[in-house]
């Protein structure tokens, strides 16, 4: 049944893509612990530059040159401590921290299972670079963090670049996450 399901929606796909006059829309999935995402038609897959990171991709909006990046990472049952604890820490890559009219957070139910999606969105100078490394601070960036409490330990998904591009590609995040829980 489930390869039905991905034949048909890649054939829907198709022929939305014919409708609008694109050459080829190709459905592509990926798997991150026991769920299976669809990761947006435009996000290109890019070698994950970590061994945490479980998938890694360039987001690029509009016709600009500027990309964000989107990861996700997973880290076993109760592996990278708890949701204040991250957003914590993701609030901290930032200099100085995010006040409160910097951040917003949230939280919402996904799919039949109403597995809890929690989401912190925050805004300023982001300091880019590998955990223990040397930092490049980043001004006018964007953080979109989501950390999804799946059954089998907590899935975290990071989007990082410059405001503008992050905000537009926020959607086609939710929907990539949002695309695991639809039966």
């Avoid at 929690?118 to 001004?139: M, S, W």
Wanted: glycine content about 12%; proline content about 7%.
């Amino acid at each position: 049944m489930k390869a039905v399901s991905v034949f048909l929606g890649g054939m829907v796909a198709l022929a939305i893509g014919e409708v609008l006059g694109e050459d080829k829309v190709e459905v592509r999935k990926f798997k991150v612990n026991d769920l299976e995402f669809t990761q947006p038609a435009k996000w290109q897959v890019t070698k994950p530059t970590s061994r945490m990171r479980q998938a890694q991709f360039r987001v690029v909006a509009g016709k600009g040159k500027e990309h964000a990046e989107c990861v996700f990472f997973y880290f076993g049952p109760g592996g990278a401590g708890g949701v204040e604890a991250n957003f914590t820490r993701w609030l901290k890559q930032f200099s100085p921290m995010p006040g409160p009219k910097d951040f917003q957070r949230g939280a919402i139910a996904l799919g039949p299972d109403k597995v809890k999606l929690h989401v912190l969105k925050a805004n300023g100078t982001y300091l880019d670079g590998p955990p223990f490394g040397a930092k490049i601070p980043k001004r006018d960036y964007r953080m979109y963090g989501a950390i999804i409490m799946a059954p089998r330990g907590a899935i975290f998904v990071k989007m990082t670049g410059p405001k503008a591009v992050v905000i537009q590609a926020e959607g086609d995040c939710l929907k990539m996450i949002q695309s695991a829980f639809m039966k």
